[in-house]
Nanobody, 115 residues
């Protein structure tokens, strides 16, 4: 059974940093494109960042220069380093593994940016 387990969320002050991690199991991880989405209160889910199986990355405009996505194929993990956080970054962050038409989602980890 495929599992994606996110960790690292929490409460942080504006301007602070958090590092999210997602551990995947029961997939051939290095074949999968890995993404982070987020869903803010009252808003639709939005793509935050993506790293494909070749290591190419994509960032949403609203996180460029602040967030960094990376993957470790030896540990089956994908991470999201989030710097310069602001209250608009408050959301539940989801890890997604994609291969062709197969998408697997984690349960999400909550990030709250507040003073």
């Amino acid at each position: 059974q495929v599992r994606l387990v996110e960790s690292g969320g929490g409460l942080v002050q504006p301007g602070g940093s958090l590092r999210l991690s997602c551990a995947a199991s029961a997939i051939t991880f290095n074949f999968y494109n890995m993404s982070w989405y987020r869903q803010a209160p009252g808003k639709e889910r939005a793509l935050v960042a993506r790293i494909d199986s070749e290591g190419m990355v994509f960032y949403a405009d609203f996180v460029k220069g602040r967030f960094t996505i990376s993957r470790d194929n030896t540990k089956n993990t994908v991470s999201l380093q989030m710097n310069s956080l602001n209250p608009e970054d408050t959301a539940v962050y989801y890890c997604i593994a994609n291969l062709v038409f197969n998408d697997f989602w984690g349960q999400g980890t909550r990030v709250t940016v507040s003073s």
